[in-house]
Protein backbone atom coordinates (compact mmCIF):
# COMPACT_ATOMS: atom_id res chain seq x y z
CA UNK A 1 0.00 0.00 0.00
CA UNK A 2 1.21 3.51 -0.85
CA UNK A 3 -0.13 6.71 0.56
CA UNK A 4 0.77 10.12 -1.31
CA UNK A 5 0.22 13.44 0.03
CA UNK A 6 0.39 16.31 -1.86
CA UNK A 7 1.62 19.88 -1.01
CA UNK A 8 2.57 23.26 -2.48
CA UNK A 9 -0.33 24.95 -4.04
CA UNK A 10 -1.61 27.89 -3.63
CA UNK A 11 -2.79 31.28 -5.28
CA UNK A 12 -0.14 33.25 -7.83
CA UNK A 13 -0.42 35.37 -10.21
CA UNK A 14 0.42 34.94 -13.80
CA UNK A 15 4.22 34.66 -14.55
CA UNK A 16 4.88 33.37 -10.91
CA UNK A 17 6.24 29.82 -10.03
CA UNK A 18 5.42 27.13 -7.60
CA UNK A 19 6.57 24.04 -6.56
CA UNK A 20 4.41 21.14 -5.71
CA UNK A 21 5.53 18.12 -3.38
CA UNK A 22 3.90 14.58 -3.06
CA UNK A 23 5.09 12.79 0.19
CA UNK A 24 5.01 9.07 -0.62
CA UNK A 25 4.84 6.13 2.14
CA UNK A 26 5.90 2.65 1.12
CA UNK A 27 9.83 0.88 1.06
CA UNK A 28 8.94 0.40 -2.39
CA UNK A 29 8.88 4.42 -3.89
CA UNK A 30 12.01 4.29 -5.51
CA UNK A 31 10.90 1.95 -8.18
CA UNK A 32 7.35 3.40 -8.91
CA UNK A 33 6.97 5.25 -11.94
CA UNK A 34 5.20 8.36 -10.77
CA UNK A 35 2.48 10.81 -12.67
CA UNK A 36 1.53 14.32 -12.12
CA UNK A 37 -2.18 15.21 -13.38
CA UNK A 38 -4.05 17.85 -13.05
CA UNK A 39 -8.56 18.81 -13.39
CA UNK A 40 -9.59 22.29 -14.35
CA UNK A 41 -12.95 23.38 -12.98
CA UNK A 42 -15.07 21.83 -15.27
CA UNK A 43 -13.03 19.67 -17.38
CA UNK A 44 -11.72 15.75 -17.05
CA UNK A 45 -8.58 15.13 -14.99
CA UNK A 46 -4.84 15.56 -17.84
CA UNK A 47 -1.68 14.66 -17.85
CA UNK A 48 1.17 16.55 -16.87
CA UNK A 49 4.19 15.02 -16.59
CA UNK A 50 5.40 11.33 -15.76
CA UNK A 51 9.01 10.09 -13.69
CA UNK A 52 9.67 6.65 -14.36
CA UNK A 53 11.41 4.91 -11.96
CA UNK A 54 15.00 5.13 -13.30
CA UNK A 55 14.93 9.00 -13.58
CA UNK A 56 13.57 9.46 -17.28
CA UNK A 57 10.56 12.03 -17.89
CA UNK A 58 8.12 13.01 -19.98
CA UNK A 59 5.86 15.98 -20.20
CA UNK A 60 2.48 16.96 -22.09
CA UNK A 61 3.03 19.64 -24.64
CA UNK A 62 0.99 22.37 -23.02
CA UNK A 63 3.82 22.29 -20.02
CA UNK A 64 6.91 21.11 -21.77
CA UNK A 65 9.08 23.98 -20.99
CA UNK A 66 7.63 25.60 -17.96
CA UNK A 67 7.68 22.72 -15.65
CA UNK A 68 10.14 20.39 -14.53
CA UNK A 69 9.30 16.73 -12.44
CA UNK A 70 12.01 15.28 -10.11
CA UNK A 71 12.47 12.68 -7.72
CA UNK A 72 14.13 12.35 -4.81
CA UNK A 73 13.98 8.66 -3.49
CA UNK A 74 15.73 9.15 -0.58
CA UNK A 75 13.05 11.59 0.83
CA UNK A 76 10.28 9.14 -1.08
CA UNK A 77 9.21 12.32 -2.65
CA UNK A 78 8.33 13.72 -6.23
CA UNK A 79 8.81 17.62 -7.34
CA UNK A 80 6.60 19.64 -9.79
CA UNK A 81 8.56 22.58 -10.18
CA UNK A 82 6.22 25.11 -12.04
CA UNK A 83 7.16 28.89 -13.98
CA UNK A 84 5.63 30.51 -15.96
CA UNK A 85 2.29 30.06 -14.45
CA UNK A 86 -0.91 30.80 -16.47
CA UNK A 87 -4.02 31.08 -15.86
CA UNK A 88 -4.57 28.08 -17.85
CA UNK A 89 -2.46 26.26 -15.20
CA UNK A 90 -5.44 26.35 -12.89
CA UNK A 91 -6.52 23.19 -10.98
CA UNK A 92 -6.67 20.59 -8.61
CA UNK A 93 -3.23 18.75 -9.23
CA UNK A 94 -3.02 15.20 -8.10
CA UNK A 95 -0.01 12.99 -8.16
CA UNK A 96 -0.19 8.95 -8.75
CA UNK A 97 2.29 6.07 -8.73
CA UNK A 98 2.24 3.50 -11.04
CA UNK A 99 2.71 -0.49 -8.88
CA UNK A 100 2.07 -2.34 -11.98
CA UNK A 101 5.51 -2.09 -13.87
CA UNK A 102 7.73 0.79 -15.49
CA UNK A 103 5.38 2.62 -18.82
CA UNK A 104 7.02 2.84 -22.39
CA UNK A 105 5.12 4.83 -24.54
CA UNK A 106 2.52 7.74 -23.90
CA UNK A 107 -0.97 5.26 -24.21
CA UNK A 108 0.52 4.39 -20.35
CA UNK A 109 1.75 7.38 -18.66
CA UNK A 110 -0.72 9.65 -19.98
CA UNK A 111 -3.38 7.42 -18.90
CA UNK A 112 -4.90 7.87 -15.49
CA UNK A 113 -5.73 3.96 -15.38
CA UNK A 114 -2.09 3.10 -15.42
CA UNK A 115 -1.97 4.34 -11.98
CA UNK A 116 -2.92 2.50 -9.06
CA UNK A 117 -2.55 5.12 -5.87
CA UNK A 118 -3.52 9.07 -6.08
CA UNK A 119 -3.19 12.12 -3.30
CA UNK A 120 -5.95 13.82 -2.10
CA UNK A 121 -4.92 16.82 -4.53
CA UNK A 122 -4.02 20.52 -4.00
CA UNK A 123 -5.09 23.62 -5.84
CA UNK A 124 -3.28 25.78 -7.63
CA UNK A 125 -4.85 28.90 -8.81
CA UNK A 126 -3.36 31.62 -11.46
CA UNK A 127 -4.92 34.34 -11.46
CA UNK A 128 -4.59 37.05 -14.87
Known amino acids: QVQLVESGGGLVQAGDSLRLSCAAS????????MGWFRRAPGKEREFVGH???????YYSDSVKGRFTISRDNAKNTVYLQMNNLKPEDTGVYYC??????????????????????WGQGTQVTVSS
Open 51 to 57: VRWNGGI
Open 96 to 117: AAKSTGDCLGYWCYANDREYDY
Open 26 to 33: GRTFSSYP
